[in-house]
T-cell receptor
Framework: NAGVTQTPKFQVLKTGQSMTLQCAQD?????MYWYRQDPGMGLRLIYY???????DKGEVPNGYNVSRLNKREFSLRLESAAPSQTSVYFC????????????FGDGTRLSIL | KQEVTQIPAALSVPEGENLVLNCSFT??????LQWFRQDPGKGLTSLLL?????REQTSGRLNASLDKSSGRSTLYIAASQPGDSATYLC????????????FGSGTQLTVLP
């Protein structure tokens, strides 16, 4: 009963390096989301995918790209990492229906030096 | 733009005490409000979801209320235990096809034995 699985759990990058964060859900959910969480702040939406084949920008999309590879998988890519992107990244998914809750992965802790 | 505020940022109480966590939001046009629990180094666990047409939801020792007109929600925890120590986040589902969440910054609760 995995739910939402994120890989890797931890990563350290140097400024300018690229990286892809992976997310997969096994609940057959339509919608998937990427958030970042910084100290003292709530989660902020980076990108989301309302359904397979669609992606849209959230509140803080600059410096990121996403791919909804199939219904299960939604990846987040940092093309040229910057220290300001040091954060904890969470992936979430949600079933159809207005009042379905979002289910979260355990996060990826990313440090950029 | 929807803004969600949680006060206080941190709270410390002795075991057995009943307590209330507060959440306020600026735009009453929401679909629902969720309360989450986050343990250190972990993802978010959904505790309660209150639909916009509802006034409250209960789960065990937890009771969440919603007053849409005033833009407020409370999470009541009865007979607190050390295992309740965690960060509690509230989030509102705003309008839009993907039902994005807007989060507060959380209340860090410590229940002392």
């Amino acid at each position: 009963n995995a739910g939402v699985t994120q890989t890797p759990k931890f990563q350290v990058l140097k400024t300018g390096q690229s990286m892809t964060l992976q997310c997969a859900q096994d609940m057959n959910h339509n919608s998937m989301y990427w958030y970042r969480q910084d100290p003292g702040m709530g989660l902020r939406l980076i990108y989301y995918s309302a359904s397979e084949g669609t992606t849209d920008k959230g509140e803080v999309p600059n410096g990121y790209n996403v791919s909804r590879l199939n219904k299960r998988e939604f990846s987040l890519r940092l093309e040229s990492a910057a220290p300001s992107q040091t954060s904890v990244y969470f992936c979430a998914s949600r079933d159809r229906g207005t009042n379905q809750p979002q289910h979260f992965g355990d996060g990826t802790r990313l440090s950029i030096l | 733009k929807q803004e969600v505020t949680q006060i206080p940022a941190a709270l410390s109480v002795p075991e057995g005490e009943n307590l209330v966590l507060n959440c306020s939001f600026t735009d009453s046009a929401i679909y629902n409000l969720q309360w989450f629990r986050q343990d250190p180094g972990k993802g978010l666990t959904s505790l309660l979801l209150i639909q916009s047409s509802q006034r409250e939801q209960t789960s065990g020792r937890l009771n969440a209320s919603l007053d849409k007109s005033s833009g407020r929600s409370t999470l009541y925890i009865a007979a607190s235990q050390p295992g309740d120590s965690a960060t509690y986040l509230c989030a509102v589902t705003i309008s839009g096809s993907a039902r994005q969440l807007t989060f507060g910054s959380g209340t860090q609760l410590t229940v002392l034995p």
